[in-house]
């Protein structure tokens, strides 16, 4: 699988989650050292605020590869000009980027999960597919490139 073959659906339940996922777009090289971006669109049912989280699992064969657990109001501050925490119901968009760890296991294609989670521990949303995790990615998209800092 190559990383544009990449693709993401809800995992979530539409009836339960806090938001209503409708479109998911991603990065196109999920690059050791980088940030993987995430954006979705939807509707938000409830206030996003201090103490949210958002939970990146990466497996391989039902073996675990990479687990983490980040905060969700400093990840969506790293973003020039997006939303901050409190984020008011029936914001239309988010886009998150969740730094990859150095030490990740790499050139594996692996299932991915991210799950996000109010400060109640609500779950606002769940989102999985498949990905090709690089290590060597191109020279725009490497450490220190625009992909990896914005």
């Given at each position: 699988m190559?990383?544009?073959?990449?693709?993401?659906?809800t995992c979530g339940s539409p009836a339960t989650d806090m938001f209503q996922v409708s479109t998911i777009s991603s990065s196109q090289h999920l690059c050791s050292g980088c940030s993987a971006c995430i954006d979705i669109e939807g509707f938000l049912r409830v206030p996003i605020n201090e103490g949210a989280t958002v939970r990146l699992?990466?497996?391989k064969f039902f073996f675990n590869v990479f687990d983490k657990t980040y905060d969700l109001c400093a990840l969506l501050e790293t973003i020039k000009d997006g939303p901050r925490c409190p984020i008011a119901p029936n914001q239309n968009g988010l886009r998150a980027c969740i730094p990859l760890d150095k030490s990740m296991t790499t050139d594996i294609?692996?299932?991915?999960?991210?799950?996000?989670?109010?400060?109640?521990?609500?779950q606002l949303f769940c989102i999985e597919g498949d990905a090709m995790v690089e290590s060597e990615c191109p020279n725009n998209v490497g450490p220190g490139s625009y992909a990896c800092t914005h």
């Open positions: 190559s990383a544009e073959e990449e693709r993401f659906s699992q990466v497996t294609s692996a299932s991915l999960k991210v799950t996000a989670y109010d400060s109640w521990k609500r």
